[in-house]
């Protein structure tokens, strides 16, 4: 039993991270002749093509990306309720979908974070996932680099961010104890 439910979590949370990475890429305007990219777009493609015939895009945001997003939480957490003999209450299961999806987001981007702080220090700068990385992370760590004092040459803006993406959950369960 145990290992059916790690088996549908891990294969539906890696789908998912390949989602959230699509929406992330479109978001940041990421280069989509990079070859990461291409890997992303082609893995999404056989799902996200029928449903953007039905739900277009909004304000540039490729909202069929976020609704396959949701709909790949709502059938792990229903395959892991029906696996381990659960029941389905409505209300509960869709607030943790959202909550699955927020937190899954955040995990997605504590990985590309330390992705991106690995790669520098290892790599040239020629490498087609670091570029990717860069301009995931780039929109988020800017504003961050505006605020942080100079720091002799060390960007410790990374860190700030993975610190705040570590609160980010601790702050959002506080406050969802409050109604829930």
Request: hydrophobic share 60%; proline share 7%; aromatic share 12%.
């Amino acid at each position: 039993m145990n290992s059916m439910i790690f088996l549908i979590n891990t294969i539906f949370s890696l789908y998912l991270m390949v989602v959230l990475l699509r929406f992330w890429l479109q978001w940041a305007k990421a280069d989509f002749y990079n070859p990461f990219s291409q890997f992303i777009s082609k893995a999404t493609n056989p799902f996200l093509r029928p449903l953007r015939r039905v739900i277009p895009g909004w304000g540039g945001y490729d909202i069929a990306a976020l609704v396959l997003a949701l709909l790949v939480v709502a059938a792990k957490l229903l395959l892991i309720q029906l696996v381990s003999g659960g029941g389905f209450p409505l209300l509960p299961l869709i607030f943790a979908i959202f909550k699955s999806l927020v937190f899954d987001a955040m995990q997605l981007v504590t990985y590309v974070l330390i992705l991106r702080a690995i790669l520098s220090w290892v790599s040239q700068g020629n490498n087609p996932v670091e570029q990717v990385m860069h301009q995931l992370t780039e929109p988020m760590l800017a504003p961050i680099r505006r605020l942080l004092p100079p720091m002799g040459g060390f960007d410790l803006s990374i860190l700030v961010l993975l610190i705040l993406m570590q609160l980010l959950p601790v702050l959002f369960g506080d406050v969802s104890g409050l109604f829930f």
